[in-house]
C-alpha cells in the first residue's frame, strides 16, 4: 500500500528563518494536498500539486512536486509565529478512492 | 458560516454509552468521509461515502457505524465507547477526487 513519509517530525525556528518540509511517497503521486492544522483544530487546506514539476506560492509558502512526482516540499519564507501548526501532506491512494496523509510535521515558530 | 461543520465540538463520555457524531456540509460535495487523528498516527480514515447510498469502511471501522442520511449530512456512531476510542475526529468533504474540507473536529474523551 502506499504511504506518505514527512520530515522532519518536528521543527522550532527563530521567527524570519527559512525552512522546509518535505513530503516523500513510496508510490507515484496522483495530486499531492498540503494542509495546515493548528493544534486542536480542523485542517485547513494550502495548495494542491498535480503535475511533475509544479510548483505554487501562496503568501510566503511554496509548495513543490518534483519531476518524478514522488516528493513534494513545502517551503516557508521568512516565517513567522502565525505559521505555527502542524502541516500534513495527504495525497489519494492510487488503484484506491481513499485518502492517505502523512503523519504531519509540527512546527513552532519562536518570536 | 462555516462549510463543513461538525457537532458536537467536544464530549466526554463513559464505556459502553453510544455516541453519535454529526457532520454537515454545505459545500454541496457528493463526498464525506470520517477520520480520527491520534497523536503520532496521523489521521485514519474510519468511513467514507460517495453518495447516500454508497458507504464504505476505511481502515479502522470496528466498534464504528454510520449513517448518511442526505447528501449534505453524514454521521459517526459508536455504539458501545471504549476507551481506546479516546480520539479527535474530523468529518472531511470533497467533490470526486479533488481535495478535501475538513471540519474544525470533534474531541471524544472515553473514561
Given at each position: 500500500?502506499?504511504?506518505?513519509e514527512?520530515?522532519?517530525?518536528?521543527?522550532?525556528?527563530?521567527?524570519?528563518?527559512?525552512?522546509?518540509?518535505?513530503?516523500?511517497?513510496?508510490?507515484?503521486?496522483?495530486?499531492?494536498?498540503?494542509?495546515?492544522q493548528?493544534?486542536?483544530e480542523?485542517?485547513?487546506?494550502?495548495?494542491?500539486?498535480?503535475?511533475?514539476?509544479?510548483?505554487?506560492?501562496?503568501?510566503?509558502?511554496?509548495?513543490?512536486?518534483?519531476e518524478?512526482?514522488?516528493?513534494?516540499?513545502?517551503?516557508i519564507?521568512?516565517?513567522?509565529?502565525s505559521?505555527?501548526?502542524i502541516?500534513?501532506?495527504?495525497?489519494?491512494?492510487?488503484?484506491?478512492?481513499?485518502?492517505?496523509?502523512?503523519?504531519?510535521?509540527?512546527l513552532?515558530?519562536?518570536? | 458560516d462555516?462549510?463543513?461543520?461538525?457537532?458536537?465540538?467536544?464530549?466526554?463520555?463513559?464505556?459502553?454509552?453510544?455516541i453519535?457524531?454529526?457532520?454537515?456540509?454545505?459545500?454541496?460535495?457528493?463526498r464525506?468521509?470520517?477520520?480520527?487523528?491520534?497523536?503520532?498516527?496521523?489521521?485514519?480514515?474510519?468511513?467514507?461515502?460517495?453518495?447516500?447510498?454508497?458507504?464504505?469502511?476505511?481502515?479502522?471501522?470496528?466498534?464504528?457505524?454510520?449513517?448518511?442520511?442526505?447528501?449534505?449530512?453524514?454521521?459517526?456512531?459508536?455504539e458501545?465507547?471504549?476507551?481506546?476510542q479516546?480520539a479527535?475526529?474530523?468529518?472531511?468533504?470533497?467533490?470526486?477526487?479533488?481535495?478535501?474540507?475538513?471540519?474544525p473536529?470533534?474531541?471524544?474523551?472515553?473514561?
Amino acid at each position: 500500500s502506499q504511504e506518505l513519509e514527512q520530515s522532519p517530525q518536528s521543527l522550532i525556528v527563530q521567527e524570519g528563518k527559512n525552512l522546509t518540509i518535505n513530503c516523500t511517497s513510496s508510490k507515484t503521486l496522483y495530486g499531492l494536498y498540503w494542509y495546515k492544522q493548528k493544534y486542536g483544530e480542523g485542517l485547513i487546506f494550502l495548495m494542491m500539486l498535480q503535475k511533475g514539476g509544479e510548483e505554487k506560492s501562496h503568501e510566503k509558502i511554496t509548495a513543490k512536486l518534483d519531476e518524478k512526482k514522488q516528493q513534494s516540499s513545502l517551503h516557508i519564507t521568512a516565517s513567522q509565529p502565525s505559521h505555527a501548526g502542524i502541516y500534513l501532506c495527504g495525497a489519494p491512494n492510487s488503484g484506491t478512492y481513499k485518502y492517505i496523509f502523512g503523519t504531519g510535521t509540527r512546527l513552532k515558530v519562536l518570536a | 458560516d462555516a462549510d463543513v461543520t461538525q457537532t458536537p465540538r467536544n464530549r466526554i463520555t463513559k464505556t459502553g454509552k453510544r455516541i453519535m457524531l454529526e457532520c454537515s456540509q454545505t459545500k454541496g460535495h457528493d463526498r464525506m468521509y470520517w477520520y480520527r487523528q491520534d497523536p503520532g498516527l496521523g489521521l485514519r480514515l474510519i468511513y467514507y461515502s460517495f453518495d447516500v447510498k454508497d458507504i464504505n469502511k476505511g481502515e479502522i471501522s470496528d466498534g464504528y457505524s454510520v449513517s448518511r442520511q442526505a447528501q449534505a449530512k453524514f454521521s459517526l456512531s459508536l455504539e458501545s465507547a471504549i476507551p481506546n476510542q479516546t480520539a479527535l475526529y474530523f468529518c472531511a468533504t470533497s467533490q470526486e477526487y479533488n481535495e478535501q474540507f475538513f471540519g474544525p473536529g470533534t474531541r471524544l474523551t472515553v473514561l
